[in-house]
């Protein structure tokens, strides 16, 4: 997957666990860096899937699907920054064996495609008939949060990767368990750039987005 002057790529193999790898490299070949590497299979599954085929680009998130792996062991729908943040098993296929189908479908291969906010793909094999599927599944929106401490305020930038009519909150707290509300607003579809007048210098804050409050 190209974008600017930089290459998306998986592999199929290798990685510390042998179950691939995702990577970026500029194209005059300079910058090599391993995004993500999947976890090892523990009687086929785990948590994120193993065995990733394409990689489909979406503002700074790339979007891919694995064959084997998974809580299920037949394969992952996941997400990705560019920087290689924000890892995420958006769905894990159910079991499926001949003879003994599932609904969803099992071991998906190819790119994934976007129309609007759903990602559309196909799966090999399972589905009612055990013969593959072609499925589809909402994309989440991704939203990023950067931020750093000027004495008595925090300034926080914010991006999008989807525009979509979504309500969002910021909140912060000093104990992980009790939060209050920053700031409430519609996605700009755009970066923005907030900020909380309530922070001393001398205190800590933790913050977190709430979508569709």
């Not at 998986?10 to 005059?28: C, E, H, K, V």
């Not at 589905?127 to 599927?133: F, P, S």
């Not at 925090?154 to 969002?168: I, K, L, M, R």
């Amino acid at each position: 997957m190209l974008s600017g002057h930089t290459l998306y790529g998986s592999l199929a193999g290798g990685g510390y666990w042998g179950s691939g790898t995702l990577f970026m490299i500029n194209t005059d070949g300079t910058g090599f860096t391993n995004l993500y590497t999947f976890s090892p299979l523990t009687s086929d599954t785990n948590s994120d899937g193993a065995t990733p085929s394409d990689l489909f680009l979406s503002g700074s998130t790339l979007y891919g699907l694995t064959v084997f792996g998974g809580t299920g062991g037949v394969g992952t729908i996941f997400a990705i920054s560019t920087d290689g943040k924000g890892f995420s098993a958006l769905h894990s296929f159910t079991p499926a064996s001949f003879p003994n189908p599932n609904y969803d479908g099992a071991n998906p291969r190819g790119a994934l495609v976007q129309s609007g906010d759903v990602l559309y793909g196909t799966a090999q094999f399972g589905g009612t008939a055990g013969r593959g599927t072609v499925f589809s599944l909402s994309a989440p929106p991704r939203v990023f949060l950067t931020g750093t401490a000027w004495l008595e305020s925090a300034q926080f930038q914010f991006g999008f990767d989807t525009v979509q009519s979504e309500n969002y909150t910021i909140q912060y707290s000093t104990t992980l368990t009790d939060w209050s509300s920053v700031l409430s607003f519609t996605s700009p579809g755009g970066p923005m750039t907030v900020r909380d007048p309530n922070v001393s210098k001398s205190s800590w804050r933790f913050y977190r987005i709430e979508i569709g409050r």
